[in-house]
């Protein structure tokens, strides 16, 4: 599927929109093509994937019928969407390839190893292979949705319209969802954000395993992390660019629709790093220990973080929840993170009734440690 993504020279010069939207169409069509003829066809549904011509950063999943019947899946991705990702992260390699190196950027990062800073592969190289990691995962964060049939989900749980279609967009507009209905969209999100990093991160192992390259070798395992680290920040770059005017401060408890970039981060990136530590497939393939392993994810994420919000803050008063500390250190992990646990457990019943096909290890799953600390 995203074979073609990896290498390191491009020779793509004075990318234009239209450039932009036919990279992006050109992966994902291949991806739909792939699942259509593999786990669709054995469903006897469909999976169609559109753009949509709207002056808006808009993605929605779309399902027709009802869980008893097959698929009729749709995914829909606007033209702006892809060109502002494409326009961020233009912005992103300038502020990595300069503010990132200098004070007082030295200082904050003094104590990780590796610091965050771009691969050593060329200019358009580092923004493709960066935008394609932050599309293809907006893609397969649609397809977390479809596959658990989330709309249902939240149209039984969430006391909500029954709805088909789950929208992923900039702003909440007025529509700001509480209660329930607010719990239930905060899960669904981080169940679809866990099942997007999941298949993110295999499509990196197999792109990268002995199956695919003729030797894997320290060249190889260099491509590997370079590639991880651009992922990460494509990661990173979705969450702020889709929070929009949202909260950036973590609330007491869920509100709006979606969780905010920070607690995204931290239920994602300990995800992408336990799937590739030492005990995993991956770490033959990329060779870092953990603590590399972890420092690469935290340090691409929190350089996002800081290229965000540079405009915004100063230096010496970086706002109190602004890094990424992991789940165990929320502020309100004993309200937010408890009733996001408990209607995970509610509605994971019966999601494991109707999903329609995806590994275990693509579901959102909360640790015995934070479940001991949020309950205690
Ligand atoms: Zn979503």
């Known amino acids: ?22 990279i992006a169409a050109g992966v994902l069509s291949e991806i739909t093509h792939d699942f259509n003829g593999g786990i669709y066809a054995k469903l006897g549904g469909n999976l169609n994937f559109s753009w949509v011509d709207k002056k808006m950063v808009t993605a929605w999943a779309e399902s027709k019928g009802n869980p008893d019947s097959p698929p009729n899946h749709e995914i829909i991705l606007s033209y702006e969407l892809a060109r502002q990702v494409y326009r961020d992260i233009e912005g992103y390699y300038e502020f990595a390839a300069s503010a990132l190196l200098e004070e007082p950027m030295i200082t904050i990062f003094n104590s990780f190893n590796p610091k965050p800073q771009l ?23 649609e397809l977390g949705h479809l596959t658990q049939e989330h709309g249902y989900i939240r149209s039984i749980f969430g006391k909500g319209e029954p709805k088909t279609r789950i929208e992923d967009c900039e702003s909440d507009g007025e529509k700001k969802l509480e209660g329930k209905a607010a719990t239930i969209s905060h899960v669904t999100e981080l169940a679809a954000d866990v099942y997007a990093t999941y298949s993110c991160i295999m499509e990196l192992i197999r ?28 990661i990173s770059c979705i969450f702020y660019r889709f929070n929009g005017e949202r909260l950036l401060e973590p609330h007491e408890e869920p509100i709006g629709s ?25 770490h033959k393939l990329h060779g870092m220990d953990r603590s590399v392993l972890v420092n690469l994810c935290i340090g691409a994420a929190e350089s996002v973080g800081f290229f965000w919000l540079w405009p915004y803050i100063h230096p010496d008063a970086i706002p109190e ?16 993170w408890k009733e996001i646990i408990e209607s995970w457990d509610e509605i994971k019943v019966e999601i494991n009734k109707i999903k329609r096909f995806g590994n275990e290890r693509g579901l959102l799953f909360f640790t015995d440690e934070l479940r001991d600390e949020v309950f205690s």
Not at 119 to 141: C, E, Q, R, S
């Open 1 to 22: 599927m995203l074979s073609k993504l990896y290498g390191n020279r491009m020779n793509i010069e004075n990318v234009n929109d239209v450039e932009i939207y036919r």
């Open 119 to 141: 691969p050593d592969f060329d200019k358009k190289a580092i923004i493709t292979n960066m935008y394609l990691g932050a599309i293809t995962w907006v893609f397969f964060h």
């Open 258 to 282: 979606h969780p905010t970039p920070i607690r995204r981060l931290e239920l994602c990136i300990p995800n992408i790093f336990e799937r590739l530590d030492v005990n995993g497939t991956g």
């Open 321 to 336: 929840h602004f890094f990424v500390k992991g789940v165990l250190q929320d502020p309100y992990k004993t309200s937010y």
């Open 207 to 234: 792109h990268f395993s002995p199956e695919q390259l003729d030797d894997v070798n320290e060249e190889s395992k260099k491509l590997f992390q370079g590639n991880l680290y651009l992922m990460v920040c494509g």
